[in-house]
């Protein structure tokens, strides 16, 4: 029997939405022995297709998310574009959606703490509901350099020498025109901020302005906080008793392979992520396995000019010194055929007298790119 390997790019199988339509394109005498994920799911569910990172883009723009219409809003430059909303993948607690967390606690004034390592999605729901939403939001990377004048604002010289006005600095816009205040990695906010937003998070909900003749800012009914930290920065930097106690909402983000399996469509990519997060959690592995290294890797092996061997020894670069042995095991007990997956390769029958091996030459292994890189 003679078989050929046609690689069909991911932007074509994205295209490939029906069994239907993957029948017709593929010749009468052609069966699809190893497809895409998501051509075959296609198949047998009527469920949306699975999306691969590169594909997400492009089948979330057919998946338009309703917003309220739009109103010009004095922070219109902060509001999110609108593909926030669109890529976005969401969760449920029980039977409670993420976003419906978070418009609860829009509505009764709670805060929100979302918490879990880094990647699972914690600032894309912020980013998602905000745009939905049209509200305008501002993320503070909460760190030692914050200036508490660049949030809430201060003295600059005007154009007339000599003298100064006030500027609002954004979270005292936010205060005073709604939106969403992202805090993120929280439990690294210093003391010289947290003290002035502490009467903001409380049913005070307002910030006294020291330097501005102590004016008081009340928050507008839109204004939301939004806090996000990683627990497993929790011993070198626990977050702080005043600050837990003015969350009342709490959502705990983990790595879910519903989630992911909407946003990375090789089975075997999403396997070798889980063997590697259970070394991680043994303790053999530091480097937390994150949604987006999945869909990095599979978008740049799906890309023809990258290739699975790059985007695999790219993946194992995230890795520690004295990890990258384990990580390459596991990936080197799952060759070819993963490798094969990521690129989104289609065995097809061809005809009776071609050799697979022919052109076989030209492929270097996953391990050889890493040496060569
Ligand atoms: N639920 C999701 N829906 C869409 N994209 C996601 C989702 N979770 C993670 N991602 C992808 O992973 C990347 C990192 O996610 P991010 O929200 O920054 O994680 P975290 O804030 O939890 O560290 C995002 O830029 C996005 O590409
Ligand atoms: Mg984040």
Known sequence: MKQT???????????????????????????????????????????????????????????KVARPRRVEHPLEHLIPAGWF??????????????????????????NTLIFGPTGPGKTSLVYAYAAENNLPLYSVACNGALDPATLF??????????????????????????GVLY????????GRVSAVLHPALDKRREIMLQEHNNEHVKAHDDFMVVGSYNPEYEDTRPLNKAFRNRFALRMHFDYLPAVEAELVTSPLLLQLATSLRARHAAGEIETPVSTNMLMECESFAAD????????????????????????????????????????????????????????????IGWADAE???
């Open 183 to 190: 805090l993120d990695e929280i439990n690294f906010l210093m």
């Open 85 to 110: 909303a669109e890529d976005y993948i969401g969760r449920s607690f029980g039977v409670v959606e993420d976003k419906t967390v978070l418009s609860i606690a829009r509505e009764t004034k709670q």
């Open 371 to 373: 040496k060569e890189g």
């Open 304 to 363: 023809e000019r990258l290739g699975s061997a790059f985007a695999l020894s790219n993946f194992v670069q995230a890795f520690g010194v004295d990890e990258k042995s384990a990580v390459e095991e596991a990936i080197n007990q799952m060759m070819p055929a993963l490798g094969e997956e990521i690129e989104g390769w289609i065995i097809e029958e061809v005809d009776e007298e071609m050799d697979l091996d022919d052109d076989d030459d030209s492929e």
């Open 153 to 178: 604002g201060g003295w600059m010289p005007t154009e007339t020498a000599g003298t100064l006005q006030w500027v609002d600095g954004p979270v005292t816009l936010l205060m005073r025109h709604g």
């Open 5 to 63: 390997v046609k690689k069909i790019p991911m932007s074509e199988l994205d295209a490939l939405a029906t069994s239907e339509e993957l029948a017709s394109h593929s010749s009468s005498n052609v069966s699809v022995t190893k497809t895409n994920r998501k051509a075959s799911r296609n198949v047998t569910s009527s469920k949306a297709p699975a999306k691969s990172a590169t594909a997400a883009k492009k089948a979330t723009a057919a998946k």
